[in-house]
C-alpha cells in the first residue's frame, strides 16, 4: 500500500495500521503493508514516526512501483492529486481517497480511470469524516428511492452557529473561539463561504439520485452575514440556524435540486439538537423512511477511521479477485437551478408605523403568489418590525417579492431573510 500525504490524517492513518496490524490482517485475510508514504517536503516533523526509506517526495514513481496494489490518497486539492490517482487507476490498482474537492469537481475522470484499470475507487472518508453515510447510499438503499437527503456536514460552520446560538455571541467572536480550538482555519473560507459543504452536498446527491452532479451545479450561500440578532429572533421563534446541505427531488421525479444555505429549523427536529463540531445527515426514502446518520464529521482519527474501512474493503475485493459497485449514473437527472427551487422563508423588514403598512406588505406578497404563514409586529415608531414567515413558494418567486418590498415606500430595510427548513 502506497500513502499519498502524511498530515493530520494520514499520520493517524499509519498510526491505526499499526495499533490495529493483527486485527486487520485478521479482516483482510493478509498483511497490511506499507510500501511508502509521498510527501511535499522532506525531513518536517510528523505526528508519527516513519521510516525514512519509505518516505519520498515522488509520488508519481511511488503510485507506479509493482509492489503497489492499493493507493491512499489525503493530500487534497486538485493537483497533483488527480494525476496521481488517475495514473493508479489506470494501472490497475485500487484507490481510498478522501479528496471531497477533486470527485466533486471531476470525479468522472476518476470513475472512468477506475473502470478502465478495473480497479475500486472508494472514498467514504470524503463526507462527514467517520459517520457511515456513502456506503449506506451506495448500497444498504440500493434497493429503495431516495427523495430527500438533508445535512450538517461542515464540523466548522456548525460550531460558530452553535456558539451563536448558546452564548449570543456574534459571528466573528465565535470564528476566533473556533479557531483557537483548531476546528477553523487561519483562512476560514472554504467553510464558512459553503464551499466545503457544496462538494459534499454534490457527492451526496450523486450517490442518493444516480446521477452526476458537480460542485459547480450547487445552490452556494456561506454563514457570514448571519448576526446575533439573526440567531436571537430565530430562536424566540422556536427555531435554530444551521447551515445545510439539502438535496432532493423535484416532485414530479424529473430533476434534482442541491443547494447549501443557512437555514432556520424547528428546535424538535433531530438536527438541531446536533451541536459542537458535530455533523449528522438525514435520510428520506419512500421504503426505509426516515433515516438519520451522526457522529464526528472531521479530525484525523475520525477520517483515519473511515479511511481504514475502505482499506479493508478494497484489500478484501483484491483478494477475491472482484471490484466494489461502479458510479450509478442511469437516472441522469439534471439539476434545477436555485430559482425553480421550492422554499419557505422568514422575513423581517423594518418599516414605517403607521396605518396600512400591513396591508401594501401583504399585497406585495399576493402579486408574486407568495402567501403568508405567521406575521407579526415587533417595537413601535422607529423600530417597528414586521416578522413574516411564508408558505411555500418558487425561490423566485420570494427573490422578486423581496425586490418589490424594497421599492416601497414604507420599508425601510428588509433586514434579513432566512429560509425555513425542517418543518
Not at 14 to 37: C, F, N, S, T, Y
Not at 305 to 317: C, Y
Amino acid at each position: 500500500m502506497a500513502l499519498l500525504g502524511c498530515g493530520v490524517v494520514g499520520s493517524q492513518v499509519i498510526k491505526l495500521m499499526r495499533e490495529q496490524a493483527d486485527d486487520l490482517a485478521a479482516r483482510i485475510g493478509a498483511p497490511l503493508e506499507l510500501a511508502g508514504v509521498a510527501v511535499r517536503k522532506l525531513g518536517r516533523k510528523r505526528d508519527v514516526e516513519v521510516d525514512p526509506a519509505l518516505v519520498t517526495t515522488d509520488g508519481e514513481s511511488l503510485v507506479a512501483r509493482d509492489d503497489v496494489d492499493i493507493v491512499v490518497e489525503v493530500i487534497g486539492g486538485i493537483e497533483p492529486a488527480r494525476s496521481l490517482i488517475v495514473t493508479a487507476l489506470s494501472s490497475g490498482k485500487s484507490v481510498v481517497t478522501a479528496n471531497k474537492a477533486l470527485l466533486a469537481e471531476d470525479g468522472a475522470t476518476l470513475f472512468e480511470a477506475a473502470r478502465q484499470g478495473n480497479g475500486d475507487l472508494y472514498y467514504e472518508a470524503s463526507v462527514a469524516g467517520a459517520i457511515p453515510l456513502l456506503r449506506p447510499l451506495r448500497e444498504s438503499l440500493a434497493g429503495d428511492h431516495v427523495k430527500r437527503v438533508l445535512g450538517i456536514v461542515n464540523g466548522t460552520t456548525n460550531y460558530i452557529l452553535d456558539k451563536m446560538d448558546s452564548t449570543g455571541a456574534s459571528f466573528t467572536d465565535a470564528l476566533e473561539e473556533a479557531q483557537s480550538l483548531g476546528y477553523a482555519e487561519a483562512d476560514p473560507t472554504a467553510d464558512v463561504e459553503g464551499f466545503d459543504a457544496a462538494a459534499k452536498a454534490a457527492i451526496l446527491a450523486s450517490l442518493a439520485f444516480h446521477s452526476r452532479v458537480t460542485a459547480a451545479e450547487v445552490h452556494r450561500e456561506g454563514i457570514t452575514e448571519i448576526t446575533a440578532t439573526d440567531v436571537a429572533s430565530a430562536k424566540a421563534m422556536g427555531y435554530v440556524i444551521k447551515l445545510l446541505a439539502i438535496c432532493a427531488k423535484s416532485d414530479d421525479g424529473r430533476s434534482i435540486g442541491v443547494r447549501v444555505h443557512p437555514a432556520m429549523i424547528p428546535r424538535t427536529h433531530p438536527l438541531a439538537g446536533v451541536r459542537e463540531a458535530y455533523n449528522a445527515v438525514f435520510v428520506e426514502a419512500e421504503s426505509a423512511g426516515q433515516l438519520m446518520f451522526y457522529g464526528k464529521g472531521a479530525g484525523g482519527a475520525p477520517t483515519a477511521s473511515a479511511v481504514l474501512g475502505d482499506i479493508v474493503a478494497v484489500a478484501r475485493n483484491r483478494r477475491a479477485g472482484t471490484r466494489g459497485p461502479d458510479e450509478s449514473t442511469y437516472a441522469d437527472l439534471p439539476v434545477h437551478v436555485m430559482g425553480e427551487t421550492v422554499t419557505r422563508c422568514h422575513v423581517a423588514l423594518d418599516v414605517a408605523d403607521k396605518p396600512g403598512v400591513l396591508a401594501r406588505v401583504a399585497e406585495e406578497f399576493a402579486q408574486h403568489d407568495v402567501s403568508i404563514q405567521t406575521v407579526r409586529q415587533e417595537g413601535h415608531g422607529d423600530d417597528a418590525q414586521l416578522v413574516i414567515v411564508t408558505h411555500q413558494a418558487t425561490d423566485a418567486a420570494l427573490t422578486a417579492t423581496m425586490a418589490g418590498l424594497r421599492e416601497l415606500d414604507i420599508v425601510r430595510a428588509v433586514a434579513s431573510v432566512m429560509r425555513v427548513e425542517g418543518d
